[in-house]
């Protein structure tokens, strides 16, 4: 058994709701979450700044010790997973990987759809992952930046929200999809909202639920569980100065953030 911590990060609070199918799966497991506040949104930036980012995070994590990376966002597992895994001698999990898996399980039709950001749609990182399983199969992406800035702000509801997700999604249905991958960590709050304009007739692919269960697999393949004697510990640092951690946070996670550690970008050059 090993009760070393689990590093989670994220370039803003999206990755709260992977943490949140984490604890769900491995709920013994100590865990690290980092959110780059400061400089989130990734998804605009250039893809080799935000694999500069990931890899300087991740270097954080491994330097406290933690046994298994997760890289909870998409558009840093886009430009970073292969970097990050070369460099570090420790398991390290993306978000692309299981959710195109489980995508290319769920269609029929073989013709797929994605909404994610501007760098993870750029990086055709779901692309390459599907075409590694199944070359017959058609993706087609949609970058929604507004649905990531409306989750950030809490806008969880209403007509404004449903109106920008159908209109995001109107170019996919023309492509005749039966499944929809979530390429953004951020959009499992409004999976509803999402499923709602699909009107049942697709399938939605959470990615974060199927993230969780790659950790728990690699951690039960390599034996490298916690024994669950001692309370599990979380830990929670972010860059910026303003913290939504404690406003927002919960309504990503679904439990209260009682301390949010400060860390400064310098050491993370």
């Known amino acids: 058994m090993d009760n070393r911590p689990i590093g989670v990060f994220d370039s803003g609070l999206g990755g709260l709701t992977v943490l949140r199918e984490i604890i769900d799966e491995v709920p013994n497991e100590n865990i690290l979450f980092f959110g780059d506040t400061a400089r989130f949104p990734y998804g605009p930036r250039q893809l080799s700044e935000v694999r500069r980012f990931a ?45 195109a898996r489980s995508a290319v399980a769920a269609t029929f039709n073989k013709r797929i759809g994605v909404i994610a950001t501007e760098g993870t749609v750029e990086s055709k990182a779901y692309d390459n992952a599907i075409k590694n399983i199944d070359e017959k199969i058609k993706l087609f992406s949609v970058a929604s930046p507004l649905l990531v800035e409306y989750v950030e702000e809490g806008i969880l509801e209403g007509n404004l929200l449903s109106k920008t997700i159908c209109d995001y999604l109107k170019p996919l249905f023309k492509k005749n999809i039966d499944v929809l991958i979530l390429g953004c960590t951020h959009f499992p709050l409004i999976e509803g909202n999402i499923k709602d304009c ?72």
Do not use: H
């Open 55 to 99: 890899i300087s995070i991740a270097n954080f994590l491994y330097n406290q010790n933690v046994k298994l990376l997760v890289v909870a966002c998409n558009t840093a597992t886009a430009s970073a997973l292969p970097d990050i895994r070369a460099k570090f001698d420790i398991p390290v999990i993306g978000v692309v990987e299981p959710g």
């Open 198 to 269: 699909c009107d049942g007739g697709i399938k939605v692919i959470n990615s974060a639920i199927e993230t969780s269960r790659d950790v728990k697999n690699t951690l039960a393949e390599l034996n490298i569980e916690n024994d669950g004697e001692e309370k599990p510990q979380r830990v929670f640092y972010e860059t910026g100065n303003v913290s939504k951690f404690f406003s927002v946070g919960r309504m990503f996670l679904g439990e209260k953030i009682k301390e949010v550690i400060k860390v400064d970008l310098e050491i993370l050059v």
